[in-house]
């Protein structure tokens, strides 16, 4: 069976295709239009249709040979004249199926829900969403048993611990929605606790209520101009602490109360790697997934998946996230010699990579199918040496990012261990404790208050493996820094066009696609 998951309203908008059993493509509109977060029909954009074109040519289909097409969000009503939005999503859904018999529409946080549950290979299950807003519902909360999604509580949009972060991060300048959260979550290892600030968040037997006057306390904090206080920093610590207080009072509750010991959870505020360390280290937490792409870009993913439950088809849990467009050693030597670029086929790509890194050189790295989510996860990266503070500092320069700002370390399995590995995620989703061999040996890796948000690379046949083997073999340490291979406010690099464009506008060393190294 063939079936498409579209999301299309709200920001970060793409198309998952769920066929033969199992998910085979997902893409967000982003890495093609190039256009960050890209917007959807909500809030003035358009369809994902740059992704959609890609996914039918991919898989060889026509939009006849789709069985099922699965939309995320409320279809609103033809009555509601006014409502122009669910008009053009309406429209749009007609115009991939025009009689509608293969469309169907699933709100929002089940969407949300069943792109965590499914992709974990959980059958038992807390479900837990948490984001900004969608079709009226802030936070949810469901139980995962077999194949079934049942919700159990939720939250209205007034009640949003996704809207109150990220007006947090504005008012201390740190971004606008979909910018500053990352940055703040990073922030708030800075901070301290500020004695007699307000309890924003009340907590009460799995229950949270947000004082409505909020905002009010947050601009005491406003950021007018200069560098960040140590009292935006502490500002930061202080509504870090609270979400994370929030979240964890509502999940020891639901464990309580439905004796789940494993966690599925999505939104967007499941980006927030601090809160997931957490939630991890939770006593009763068994185990804890989070899918690479828990931002809204995932509603395309969980659509596939309830058309598929739907449908009585297999589910598979999600493996990994490498489900976009792949680069081709024939297509990268061709560009090489068209634009006339200084470059040369290496023999053993892994090696000539590691021994680079290892020079204190920083490569961007560009093979196989292009990840889905925000994480870059080895597929279109940019490396480092973990061992070298001045490293990180360069990687922060290109990327233009805060110099306060950790980088992010990529581990492979062995005999030294730099952490807990085991809670570790594939998906970069959780930021760790690191202990004091960490602490010696791969000092640019690790956060001001000594957490990475470490990811685990366990796939012995994927060249970034390889390459942190090659790594570990010349060094003795089995760990790279892997960060995103773009430019600020900048989607991931996706094709060959994307990454030369990056090396040549970036004080960026090398760059390897594939098989080639192309030099300046």
């Not at 290892?189 to 037997?205: E, L, R, S, V």
């Amino acid at each position: 069976m063939k079936i498409l998951g579209i999301h299309s309203l709200t920001h970060d908008s793409g198309v998952c295709l769920y066929k033969n059993g199992k998910i085979a493509y997902a893409l967000e509109e982003e890495r093609l239009s190039r256009i960050k977060h890209h917007p959807g029909i909500e809030i003035e954009g358009k369809p994902p249709l740059l992704s959609l074109s890609w996914t039918l040519k991919e898989a060889n289909l026509q939009l006849k040979e789709i069985d099922k097409f699965v939309h995320v969000g409320w279809k609103g009503d033809k009555f509601m004249k006014l409502d122009l939005a669910r008009d053009r999503f309406r429209d749009f859904a007609k115009s991939l199926d025009p009689d509608t018999t293969r469309t169907s529409f699933v709100p929002h946080h089940k969407a949300h829900a069943a792109s965590a549950y499914y992709a974990s290979g959980f059958d038992d299950a807390l479900v837990l969403v948490v984001d900004g807003a969608g079709d009226w519902t802030s936070t949810s909360l469901y139980i995962g048993e077999g194949r079934e999604l049942r919700k159990v509580d939720e939250y209205p949009p007034d009640q949003s611990l996704g809207f109150l972060y990220s007006k947090a991060a504005k008012i201390i300048g740190l971004g606008d929605f979909g910018f500053g959260e990352g940055k703040m979550t990073a922030l708030a290892a800075y901070g301290t606790q500020i004695h007699g600030f307000p309890q924003i968040i009340k907590t009460n037997d799995g229950k949270y209520t947000i004082e409505q006057d909020y905002f009010d306390h947050f601009m005491k904090y406003k950021k007018e101009n200069g560098e960040l206080t140590q009292s935006q920093k502490d500002f930061a610590f202080m509504v870090q602490t609270a979400l994370e207080n929030a979240i964890i009072d509502i999940l020891n509750f639901a464990h309580n109360k439905y004796g789940k010991t494993k966690i599925a959870f999505s939104g967007g505020v499941a980006l927030n790697c601090r809160l997931n360390g957490k939630i991890s280290a939770l006593p009763w937490v068994d185990d804890f997934f989070i899918q690479a792409g828990a931002n809204d870009c995932g509603l395309c993913l969980g659509a596939a998946y309830l058309g598929a439950v739907e449908s009585g088809e297999p589910i598979t849990k999600m493996s990994d996230s490498y489900l976009g467009p792949d680069i081709k050693d024939e297509d990268v030597g061709s560009f090489v010699k068209s634009n006339k670029l200084r470059a040369k086929k290496l023999n053993d790509v892994a090696k000539a990579c590691a021994e680079l890194i290892s020079e204190g050189k920083i490569v961007g790295f560009m093979h196989g199918r292009l990840e889905f989510g925000p994480r870059a996860l080895g597929h279109r990266s940019l490396l480092g040496d973990p061992r070298n503070i001045d490293v990180r500092d360069k990687l922060n320069i290109i990327k233009q990012r805060e110099p306060w700002r950790p980088v992010a370390p990529a581990i492979v399995d062995s005999d030294k261990q730099y952490c807990q590995l085991s809670k570790a995620t594939e998906f970069m989703t959780k930021a760790l404790p690191m202990n004091e061999l960490a602490i010696k040996e791969i000092p640019a890796a690790l956060h001001v208050d000594n957490t990475a948000r470490v990811q685990v690379v366990r796939n012995k046949d994927d060249l970034f493996y390889t390459v942190i083997r090659e790594f570990e073999n010349i060094t003795s340490i089995p760990a790279i820094l892997n960060t995103s291979l773009n430019s600020k406010g900048e989607p991931l690099c996706a094709s060959i066009e994307d990454g030369v464009k990056f090396f040549f506008t970036t004080p960026t060393d090398y760059l390897i696609i594939d098989k080639w190294l192309i030099e300046k």
